[in-house]
T-cell receptor, first 114, second 116 residues
Framework: KQEVTQIPAALSVPEGENLVLNCSFTDSAIYNLQWFRQDPGKGLTSLLLIQSSQREQTSGRLNASLDKSSGRSTLYIAASQPGDSATYLC?????????????FGKGTKLSVKP | NAGVTQTPKFRILKIGQSMTLQCTQDMNHNYMYWYRQDPGMGLKLIYY???????DKGEVPNGYNVSRSTTEDFPLRLELAAPSQTSVYFC???????????????FGNGTRLTVT
């Protein structure tokens, strides 16, 4: 059974710092991996989607990498800002799972201090 | 540019009551999902639909029912509310082209449900 783990559960950094969020998964037979952002009281916003054949995706100050063989993904945030404060979740879609169902980690709660 | 719209935003139910959580999307997406999110936990799939008239169970379907009579709407029904169903419920949708699941999910803002 696929399990997705995110470490750390919470992270506090000063503004301007570069940071890395980690995501690991136990079954490498994935279709893709997605990173989401969740603000308090809001839904999830898709940040980046990495297909299983890809190694990384970039959007602005965000860079996500994928290493299927080791079951790991990282989300790199450059020059962090207070507006980046949110919970970040990663999720995978398994081959053979419910149609397109995402298996989620519990998230990393990020706080960027001014 | 509404995207995925969920109503209501908040609801308090007494044990044994029933209610329907509404979800509608205006993006003509064929795939729709209902997830629940409990504090400190990841999201769990309740039900999903791959198109109008087609629904199937997810990981935690007990106590819930769904229907998909149109492409736009995917309501979630709680028949006999229990305290264990206290949670935040999210509806999501995505298009699917061919055999690819490589389109991101679009989420609604959620319904916060408390059963007492």
């Amino acid at each position: 059974k696929q399990e997705v783990t995110q470490i750390p559960a919470a992270l506090s950094v000063p503004e301007g710092e570069n940071l890395v969020l980690n995501c690991s998964f136990t079954d490498s037979a994935i279709y893709n991996l997605q990173w989401f952002r969740q603000d308090p009281g809001k839904g999830l916003t898709s940040l980046l989607l990495i297909q299983s054949s890809q190694r990384e995706q970039t959007s602005g100050r965000l860079n996500a990498s994928l290493d299927k063989s080791s079951g790991r993904s990282t989300l790199y945030i450059a020059a962090s800002q207070p507006g980046d404060s949110a919970t970040y979740l990663c999720a995978v879609i398994n081959y053979g799972g419910s149609q397109g169902n995402l298996i989620f980690g519990k998230g990393t709660k990020l706080s960027v201090k001014p | 540019n509404a995207g995925v719209t969920q109503t209501p935003k908040f609801r308090i139910l007494k044990i044994g009551q029933s209610m329907t959580l509404q979800c509608t999307q205006d993006m003509n997406h064929n795939y729709m999902y209902w997830y629940r999110q409990d504090p400190g936990m990841g999201l769990k799939l309740i039900y999903y639909s791959v198109g109008a008239g087609i629904t199937d169970k997810g990981e935690v379907p007990n106590g819930y029912n769904v229907s998909r009579s149109t492409t736009e709407d995917f309501p979630l029904r709680l028949e006999l509310a229990a305290p264990s169903q206290t949670s935040v419920y999210f509806c999501a949708s995505t298009p699917r082209a061919g055999s690819s699941y490589n389109s991101p999910l679009h989420f609604g803002n959620g319904t916060r449900l408390t059963v007492t």
